[in-house]
């Protein structure tokens, strides 16, 4: 299984980013994908999931970047992406994606729900 993550990058605040994660190995229309990120001295943090398709692929968002942020699937692709719009200089992060392996009950937030990680692409908004 590999995770390949993408479209970091340098944005002024209030700017937008797109990330994306192609994966080879698993079909992620079959799992539950997530994304965190983590901060300079900080621990890796839970930023939204979106569930296997057929649990209807709904998800879950952390309170800071809730009506920011979109994680949506391409099936045909078989990647996922991460929409940040509104950004903030506190969502300065190397944004990683996850893929959890089965489907567990609750809304998988930990770090260890998830099996295999992307290398991680850094997202740097200036204030």
């Known amino acids: 299984v590999q995770l390949q993550a993408s479209g970091g990058g340098s944005v002024q605040a209030g700017g937008s980013l797109r990330l994306s994660c192609a994966a080879t190995?698993?079909?992620?229309?079959?799992?539950?994908m997530a994304w965190f990120r983590q901060a300079p001295g900080k621990e890796r943090e839970f930023v939204g999931n979106?569930?296997?398709?057929?649990?209807?692929?709904?998800?879950s968002y952390t309170d800071s970047v809730k009506g920011r942020f979109t994680i949506s699937r391409d099936n045909a692709k078989n990647t996922v992406y991460l929409q940040m719009n509104s950004l903030k200089f506190e969502d300065t992060a190397v944004y990683y994606c996850g893929l959890a392996e089965r489907h567990l009950a609750g809304p998988m937030l930990r770090v260890a729900d998830y099996d295999y990680w992307g290398q991680g692409t850094q997202v740097t908004v200036s204030s």
């Open positions: 979106i569930r296997r398709s057929a649990y209807g692929g709904s998800g």
């Open positions: 190995g698993r079909t992620l229309s079959r799992h539950t």
